[in-house]
């Protein structure tokens, strides 16, 4: 996966942290939950704000 594979990641967010409201997530946190996700193989530096942000709102969607 990479940055960019918004929905998978949100996907697998979604399956690991089934608890987690994503709408009371840190992008520090989701950052490195990202980073530490299986199969997850992009450089960390690639990300930013709009990533995150990307990523937070397809988990959003995918927690409904």
Not at 1 to 11: C, G, H, L, P, S
Not at 34 to 55: M, N, Q, R, T
Request: proline share 5%; hydrophobic share 40%; charged share 35%.
């Amino acid at each position: 996966m990479k940055w960019t594979d918004t929905i998978r990641i949100a996907e697998e967010l979604n399956d690991k942290f089934p608890d987690i409201d994503p709408l009371t997530i840190r992008f520090t946190d989701l950052h490195r939950w990202v980073c530490e996700l299986d199969g997850f193989d992009d450089a960390p530096d690639h990300s930013g704000e709009k990533i995150l942000e990307a990523i937070q709102m397809a988990w959003i969607e995918e927690s409904k």
